[in-house]
């Protein structure tokens, strides 16, 4: 199969290019419009197929393509795959703001072709592990260093993998949901949204200005609690705590979900399925919401 990469920066090098380089039978194309990162990236992946032109890429007939491209270019990028026919793994967030997330997923819905969004949190084995766990409350923190900023940036590009883990874990339908934030001069540094139903509450966490980097997830009930730490460590406490690493030898890829969605967006697309995106524009809408919120009080 033909598959291109477009955008080559950090998470296209770190978490995609050596998935895709490892799996048999791709041919692999590269684009992105600075001839020295082309070449850079080109020479140390030992890929060929490089290509400084959407158009030149889209000559290729290719079978599907991963967009890591900086935000404000997912859609002008997307569409042109789209209306081409070629399946789209793009990303997170879709688009910037909701209409443009709405279109993506709207004109692959017309088209039939697929559009898949990267949540890898999703895939992550410490995160599934979850699901089988009770979950009347649910506690997430994403936290970062130094890093207050737009609210709209920063929940689009950031606080959007807390929102859909979120999403993905709880246990019913959302009946109140709760937005809380401190703002300075127009820069946001922490945020807080809670989301409640039937006998459960999920509180998502991110704190820009927390003197750590770090991740946190805790999933509790019924007198039990398992706790994740950096999508690594998985400590259940029932009684004593019991913790568990993982393996020495598990790729970092396969432990934060990586290697799974990639394998899933690619299995779909040999075996001709479909995947829709309507799910993930839930995730977005949610965001929008909390934009909202945000800029309203500030």
């Known amino acids: 199969m033909k598959i291109a990469v477009i955008g080559l920066g950090d998470i296209a090098q770190k978490a995609y290019l050596p998935v895709l380089g490892a799996q048999p039978g791709l041919e692999l194309h590269l684009h992105t419009r600075s001839r020295a990162t082309l070449d850079r990236v080109g020479d140390a992946y030992r890929i060929a197929n490089r290509h400084p032109t959407l158009d030149g890429l889209l000559d290729q007939g290719l079978d599907a393509a991963f967009v890591h491209a900086p935000t404000d270019h997912h859609v002008a990028i997307a569409e042109r795959l789209l209306e081409a026919g070629v399946p789209v793994y793009l990303d997170k967030p879709l688009a910037a703001d909701l209409a443009g997330a709405e279109r993506l997923v709207r004109l692959a819905a017309d088209r039939r072709v697929s559009l898949m969004t990267g949540f890898n949190r999703r895939y992550a084995p410490a995160y599934t592990q979850c699901l089988d766990h009770p979950r009347d409350l649910i506690l997430m923190q994403k936290n970062r260093i130094g890093l207050p900023g737009a609210a709209r940036t920063f929940v689009y590009d950031d ?8 999403r993905f874990l709880l246990p019913g339908a959302v009946e109140d949901t709760a ?43 019924e007198d039990t609690k398992r706790e994740v730490l950096n999508i690594a460590e998985v400590i259940d406490h029932k009684g004593q705590p019991t913790l568990r690493r993982r393996g020495d030898w598990v790729p970092v890829a396969r432990q934060r979900g990586f290697e799974q969605i990639i394998l899933t967006f690619l299995d779909a697309v040999r075996a001709g399925e479909v995947l829709s995106a309507w799910d993930a524009l839930e995730t977005h809408k949610l965001c929008e919401r909390v934009v909202e919120a945000i800029t309203d009080k500030g």
């Open 179 to 221: 937005v809380r934030a401190k703002t300075r001069d127009g820069a946001v540094h922490h945020l807080v949204l809670q989301l409640s139903g039937d006998g459960f509450t999920a509180i998502g966490v991110m704190n820009r200005m927390s003197g750590s980097a770090e991740e946190r997830l805790e999933v509790s009930g």
């Open 159 to 166: 606080f959007i993998h807390v929102v859909d883990t979120l």
